[in-house]
């Protein structure tokens, strides 16, 4: 039985079950506090506050598994959600396909912008995108005349998207936005999994010098990481726009910690190497769970809520560095235990026969 | 694979029909008579800097042979697996694979002929799993993996190797010898046809190297050809089919193995003139300095035990892996000894870290001046009085410019070191003026007791003198100087004692005027009884 668990469950995956967990006993805790909060309502909010971070967190995974980063997936969001909804205001009648698809190419732009940077240009990838960051906002002022986008002047479809149910039972909605994030999430899941561009990055992370001397193409699979990336961040600019209506410059400003966070939450080594999508999922779901409830918890504070989200990734990274080489340290302990009492009754067996 | 089996069988039987048509030119009958090789190197050059590191050198590997190459360290035999390995490109010379010129200009390029490397430490991806290891490099097998066929496969490659472990677990896992597997597996399963492998048995253990040596003899059999660099006589000459020697970057001589003796092979290795040296001026060693009695640390040295005296000089002798080094950064506390006494001056003292260290009167001169030595952006100033910043230099944490400067400016005097002036940043000299830089900001320490790693490695033979002769002078006035060099023609001269290391292990300290470098070189490779 308990080889059985050290063979089939990795160090890392005990992360995503410990997240789980903890993502449990929070509903419980806050079930004791507020009234009525284990109801379809919380339901329906988590999942419609979450879909924008985990599109974002899992771009960002991509780019965090070949040890570098993207600060500039907000201002990505920025870009687009205000760009593409200034000209769908303007033209009200574009069709939803070339919305989303301009949306995506808006991305791709600026996330080849960040990847030529770093993976050609060999800037550190937090200052490259620091960099970028302040840049493609301070365009966004510059060449729109700031005047903001408004639920008013957007057609109809994309104000009623974000509310757009497939199943409802009395309050509790499965919204389309959450489904689109989910089916996001399993598709770069599996990417990783089963892609051999997928292994590659998680090669590229894990030991940057033997990957070169395995003449792996590092610069142009980080190139793409970053293209990726930005190609997400470009849709989660697309559901930015469809979940809020009322967009201007100073949109999204921040949301690249509350990305960060749940992807470091979510398990993803920040030193690259290491990481799942679904992880960056639970941790997304955490941090909104922690945020919804501590908004209706009349306990705490407001202001003590980003110091809580702050912790949260401190705590994250720690566990990581910790906790994570305790249990890899148990884990080839118990493998070795185990091939060595495999060895042995192998041996007599194999004596007796003849 | 099987064809090449069928190739090899075959040359026998067809060697006496070409030796008919041979006769009419040389160049066919040397192709007659030896098998064509797989990867042939001729009159490679490369130059780095000052630094002529390989001249002239060739090379040929035929299937299914092991070559050992041998040299002392510096002899060249890592700039040729670089080029071998698309990782440096030679000056001059070109690279035949299968009789074909070929350009080797990355180590994609030499994935694709078909070369392979593993060295010391694997280079394995330790979030991946073995199987992932095995088949990162392939590029010819789609966009999607299909785990099941890859676990089988992996299954596969490490049975023709004759081992077998679970491929689903990740790398980081596995012991050291199992990583050296995946990556001699990673070669083959890319059907590598020319394996090097560097200094492959250094960190395992005998056992280990028992099953390595199982498994490069499989390679063998299926016609690999296979390089293997060594500094354990004892396995080149147990393995090796033919043993080819460098020394200085040239190519010394490529000898089959029965035709070859330990004792011969250390002689082509050191074969090297010692008169261009400076010689010491006489002096007598004073009182006893540092008593060092067992001094280890878990996993690097163990049972080291020497005195220095004042104004004298003992040098460290041994090779790659010696941990010569390690036994310097215990004495400094950069990496502090668990076992053993130091005695400093009588009185016994732990030495934890380097400002410990320091204030006792120990200074280390780093053999890694880009990683540990210098500030290369900070002038020769700063550089200079750095260590010694607290001691002297400084009123309430305020540095004191200009004294700074009259100390780097006796300094830039004093070792002649050439630079404009003393604000010049450290990264405009050369290597020879930044090795003195090296050396000067640890003689502002005032200390008693200097060590010396590798001072003249990479500096041009003028510098090298100059060096030669500060070390001459520091002993004179009383310094106890311990000198870790690879350069047996130097360290001979230089010292007054020699300490002889090999694989953390002391291995004897002898009286540098008795001792000789075939000497020295046979216990570095614990060959102690084969050379006389």
Same mark, same amino acid.
């Given at each position: 039985m308990r080889s059985a668990l050290f063979r089939h469950v990795r160090p890392e995956q005990v992360r995503e079950i410990t997240l789980l967990i903890i993502i449990v006993l929070l509903l419980l805790f806050f079930a004791t506090q507020i009234p009525n909060f284990l109801s379809g309502r919380t339901f329906t909010r988590v999942t419609t506050a979450i879909p924008v971070t985990v599109v974002l967190g899992v771009g960002l995974t991509l780019v965090v598994l070949t040890r570098n980063i993207d600060l500039s997936i907000g201002a990505t969001v920025a870009v687009v959600s205000y760009g593409v909804g200034t000209l769908l205001a303007n033209d009200p009648s574009m069709s939803p396909v070339i919305v989303i698809a301009l949306s995506v190419a808006i991305g791709v732009g600026l996330g080849a912008i960040n990847g030529v940077i770093v993976a050609y240009g060999g800037v550190p990838a937090i200052v490259a995108t620091l960099g970028t960051m302040a840049l493609f906002r301070s365009v966004l002022v510059t060449i729109t005349d700031s005047r903001p986008v408004t639920t008013a002047r957007l057609p109809d479809w994309i104000v009623d998207l974000n509310g757009i149910r497939l199943i409802s039972l009395e309050d509790l909605d499965v919204r389309i936005l959450p489904v689109i994030a989910l089916a996001v999430v399993i598709v770069f899941q599996l990417l990783l999994r089963y892609a051999s561009y997928g292994r590659r990055l998680f090669a590229i992370g894990s030991n940057p010098d033997a990957a070169h001397v395995a003449g792996l193409p590092m610069k142009r699979d980080v190139f793409v990481a970053f293209v990726l990336c930005g190609a997400l961040a470009g849709l989660g600019g697309f559901m930015y726009m469809a979940r809020f209506g009322n967009i201007d410059t100073q949109s999204a400003v921040g949301l690249e910690l509350v990305v960060v966070a749940a992807v470091v939450v979510g398990g993803v080594n920040i030193f690259g190497g290491s990481g799942s999508m679904i992880g960056v999922m639970l941790g997304a779901i955490l941090i909104v769970l922690v945020d919804q409830g501590l908004i209706r918890w009349a306990a705490i504070s407001e202001f003590l809520r980003d110091a809580l989200l702050g912790l949260l990734i401190l705590l994250a990274v720690a566990s990581d560095t910790v906790i994570l080489e305790r249990l890899r340290l148990i884990w080839a302990r118990a493998r070795r235990a185990e091939e060595e009492s495999s060895r042995e009754p192998a041996a007599t067996a194999g004596g007796e026969q003849p | 694979m099987a064809e090449r089996d069928e190739e090899a069988t075959e040359q026998p039987l067809s060697a006496p029909a070409d030796g008919v048509a041979a006769r009419s030119a040389d160049d066919q009958a040397d192709a007659a008579s030896a098998p064509q090789p797989v990867l042939e190197m001729r009159g490679i050059s490369k130059r780095f800097g000052e630094i002529q590191a390989l001249d002239d050198v060739s090379l040929d590997l035929q299937p299914g042979e092991i070559h050992a190459l041998l040299g002392e360290n510096g002899a060249g035999k890592s700039t040729l697996i670089k080029v071998m390995t698309g990782v440096v490109q030679p000056d001059v010379g070109d690279i035949r694979i299968d009789g074909q010129p070929v350009h080797i200009g990355s180590a994609f390029d030499a994935q694709t002929y078909a070369v392979a490397a593993i060295y010391q430490e694997p280079m394995v991806f330790p979030d991946l799993t073995v199987a992932e290891n095995i088949f990162i490099g392939h590029r010819d097998r789609g966009l999607i993996v299909n785990r099941r066929k890859m676990r089988e496969e992996a299954q596969a490659v490490l049975a023709r190797l004759g081992v077998q472990f679970d491929v689903m677990q990740q790398a980081r896992g596995i012991t050291?010898?199992?990583?050296?597997?995946?990556?001699?597996?990673?070669?083959?399963?890319?059907?590598?046809?020319?394996?090097?492998?560097?200094?492959?048995?250094?960190?395992?253990?005998?056992?280990?190297?028992?099953? /390595? %040596? !199982? @498994?490069?003899?499989?390679?063998?059999?299926?016609?690999?050809?296979?390089?293997?660099?060594?500094?354990?006589?004892?396995?080149?000459?147990?393995?090796?089919?033919?043993?080819?020697?460098?020394?200085?970057?040239?190519?010394?001589?490529?000898?089959?193995?029965?035709?070859?003796?330990?004792?011969?092979?250390?002689?082509?290795?050191?074969?090297?003139?010692?008169?261009?040296?400076?010689?010491?001026?006489?002096?007598?060693p004073g009182d006893v300095l540092l008593e060092v009695r067992e001094l280890g640390r878990e996993g690097a040295f163990t049972g080291v035990s020497f005195d220095l005296r004042e104004g004298e000089v003992l040098g460290f002798a041994g090779l790659v892996g010696a941990r010569r080094t390690?036994?310097?950064?215990? /004495? %400094? !506390? @950069?990496?502090?000894?668990?076992?053993?006494?130091?005695?400093l001056e009588g009185e016994a003292v732990r030495i934890r870290d380097p400002q410990e260290a320091l204030r006792l009167g120990i200074a280390y001169a780093t053999e890694d001046r880009r990683g540990l030595g210098l500030i290369f952006s900070q002038s020769i100033a700063s550089n200079i009085t750095l260590p010694s910043l607290g001691k002297y230099l400084s009123r309430i944490g305020i540095t004191q410019r200009a004294a700074e400067r009259v100390i780097a400016e006796t300094f830039r005097e004093r070792l002649s070191i050439r630079a404009p002036s003393v604000d010049t940043p450290a990264l405009a000299l050369s290597g020879g003026n930044q090795q003195k830089v090296v050396l000067a900001k640890w003689l502002a320490t005032t200390p008693k007791v200097l060590i010396l790693d590798e001072p003249t490695r990479g500096i041009d033979v003028g510098s090298k003198v100059e060096v030669h002769r500060l070390i001459d002078e520091l002993v004179a006035q009383g310094i106890g100087i311990i000198m870790i060099s690879s350069d047996l023609p130097e360290l001979l001269p230089m010292s007054d004692r020699i300490l002889v290391m090999r694989e953390g292990r002391q291995m004897a300290i002898l009286d540098a005027k008795e001792a000789t470098q075939e000497s020295v070189l046979s216990m570095a490779m614990g060959q102690v009884e084969t050379t006389t």
């Open positions: - | 050291l010898a199992q990583q050296q597997t995946v990556e001699i597996a990673k070669a083959l399963s890319l059907d590598v046809r020319v394996l090097i492998m560097d200094e492959p048995t250094a960190s395992l253990s005998a056992h280990e190297v028992g099953q /390595l %040596f !199982g @498994i490069v003899s499989r390679l063998r059999s299926q016609g690999v050809a296979i390089l293997f660099i060594s500094h354990r006589l004892e396995e080149v000459f147990l393995v090796a089919d033919r043993i080819t020697v460098m020394r200085d970057g040239r190519w010394i001589s490529t000898t089959p193995r029965p035709e070859l003796t330990p004792g011969a092979a250390i002689r082509q290795m050191v074969g090297r003139e010692i008169t261009e040296f400076f010689a010491r001026s006489p002096s007598t390690d036994v310097g950064l215990a /004495l %400094f !506390g @950069i990496a502090p000894a668990d076992s053993g006494e130091i005695r």
